[in-house]
């Protein structure tokens, strides 16, 4: 693409018109020695994929719908940092292109005037002491007028919000800027720096959550992050638990 900057984030774009899911190309060329920063954008998705085996609404031409290759020499462990570092990169790019200001809802939802904008699923593919390849997709919705009655009243898009049609490629374009310069400082310095710039944008930390996993659901106060990404809640009789991955919801009271 003409502009882009980066030095190997997005220097390799595969783009298809129609796939089932971006994520299922991403992992079949990874493992046949796909290079780091290569990129899978299609515009339209007939079985996109979202987080907990749920479906992700990607109609034609109208959303980002995207999967980044990256081979990093990290421990499996480290791989859902990624995950934060990507929507800090993504509420960047959506910034500098649109000026509008989102925010984060722990762990991968980043929310526009508290509806989801963007959804972000990382996978992996690692043997238990080393990574063989991270996919992170990355799904916008950028230039729907509007969403389906099951999902009207959550979830919102680029020209909704901003009243007009936005650019797609300018808006990836500047996603994969910023991501590679917070993926280079992550490589260098670890994890702190984002864990700070992600807490900037993150609204589930200091309030009152339940967090419902596939087996149960707790409630209590949502403390912070540890420094892997790990959500700390306190329950009500002072419990900390470390929450891996669930779906937050925010109490009123
Ligand atoms: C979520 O549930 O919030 C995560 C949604 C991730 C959607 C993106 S769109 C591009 C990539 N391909 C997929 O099938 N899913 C991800």
Redesign the pocket.
Known sequence: KAGLTTKYIGKNVVYEQSVS????IAHRIASDGAEEGTVIVADE?L??????G?P?F?PIGS?I???LILKPKIPPQQAPQLTLLTAVAVIRGIKEQTGLHCDIKWP??ILLNGK?LV???TEMQADPDQIHSVII???INVNQDFFPEEIKEIATSLKIEKGEEINRASVMQSIMVQFEQLYELFLDEGFLPIKHMWEAHAITIGRRITARTITNSIQGYAKGITDDGVLLLEDDLGTIHKIYSADIEFNVT
Not at 21 to 24: D, F, G, L, N, P
């Open positions: 899911s971006t994520q299922e998705q079985g996109g994929k979202g987080r907990l749920r992700w990607s959303g719908w995207m999967s991968n939802d989801k959804g972000i699923l997709g990355i799904g």
